[in-house]
Nanobody
Framework: QVQLVESGGGLVQAGGSLRLSCAAS????????MAWFRQAPGKEREFVAAISWSGGTTYYADSVKGRFTISRDNAKKMVYLQMNSLKPEDTARYYCAGSPSLVPGTGKSDYDYWGQGTQVTVSS
């Protein structure tokens, strides 16, 4: 039983930065792999970044590598996505996801728990 709530989305100009937050609840949160996905209108939900339960292992989609950073604070039951050098193509609704797995996956089917998302819009 895990509940996830995203926040921090908004409108930002290209080249700017934004930090998304995901507040989690649940007894076993600290053992969950966490991830961020995004979905633009008319497109499939795509993988953005993932992090292991310890925070020691991270994975990023090629499209965001070097620009985005995923992190977590298990004591606060929070997951973050720091987004720098934002581009218009980053515009999408961003979702936080969790999975009771040892290794973080990159497919949406790897995750059992999802937040409702937060909108990120990057202007040209």
């Amino acid at each position: 039983q895990v509940q996830l709530v995203e926040s921090g989305g908004g409108l930002v100009q290209a080249g700017g930065s934004l930090r998304l937050s995901c507040a989690a609840s649940g007894h076993t949160f600290s053992t969950y792999c966490m991830a961020w996905f995004r979905q633009a209108p008319g497109k499939e939900r795509e993988f953005v970044a993932a992090i292991s339960w310890s925070g020691g292992t991270t994975y990023y989609a090629d499209s965001v590598k070097g620009r985005f950073t995923i992190s977590r604070d298990n004591a606060k039951k929070m997951v973050y996505l720091q987004m720098n050098s934002l581009k218009p193509e980053d515009t999408a609704r961003y979702y936080c996801a969790g999975s009771p797995s040892l290794v973080p996956g990159t497919g949406k089917s790897d995750y059992d728990y999802w937040g409702q998302g937060t909108q990120v819009t990057v202007s040209s």
